[in-house]
């Protein structure tokens, strides 16, 4: 019982990722309900008898609870920095490729050129 409130001590040193509040997190948010879910499955479990089907309930929800703190956390917040800067990647190529379609081809060109004849010095 102490390990079960001893592990919420390492959720700051196992959330890895960049953003710390939910509200952007869809997957630690999905994550932080089914830990809320195993939590009270376990008290609801905690106050039955002990027998065949209970224990065996209870042994997989505290593995599930237990995970959740050293597996689950940092596993979402390393796949939700990925996709966050995969979102940003595609973003910013698509940004660049607009920039790119708006302006025509010769206005690029004109300034290439232009940049490269002023700086010759004629004499």
């Known amino acids: 019982m102490f390990s079960s409130i001893l592990v919420i001590l390492v959720l700051p040193y196992a959330d890895l990722s960049r953003y710390k509040g939910l509200q952007f997190r869809p ?3 999905i994550a932080f309900w089914i830990v809320i879910a195993d939590f009270i499955t376990l008290m609801v479990l905690g106050a039955k008898h002990v027998e065949s089907p209970f224990i ?3 042994q997989w929800a505290s593995i599930l609870y237990f995970s959740y703190f050293l597996v689950i ?3 979402v917040s390393l796949l939700e920095n990925t996709l966050m800067d995969i979102s940003l990647h595609i973003n910013s190529l698509t940004t660049r ?3 790119v379609s708006q302006s025509s081809p010769n206005k690029a060109f004109n300034k290439i050129t232009k940049r490269d004849y002023s700086n010759l010095a004629w004499k």
Do not use: I
């Open 73 to 75: 956390v940092p596993f």
């Open 56 to 58: 065996e309930l209870g």
């Open 27 to 29: 997957l630690g948010k």
């Open 97 to 99: 490729s607009d920039k």
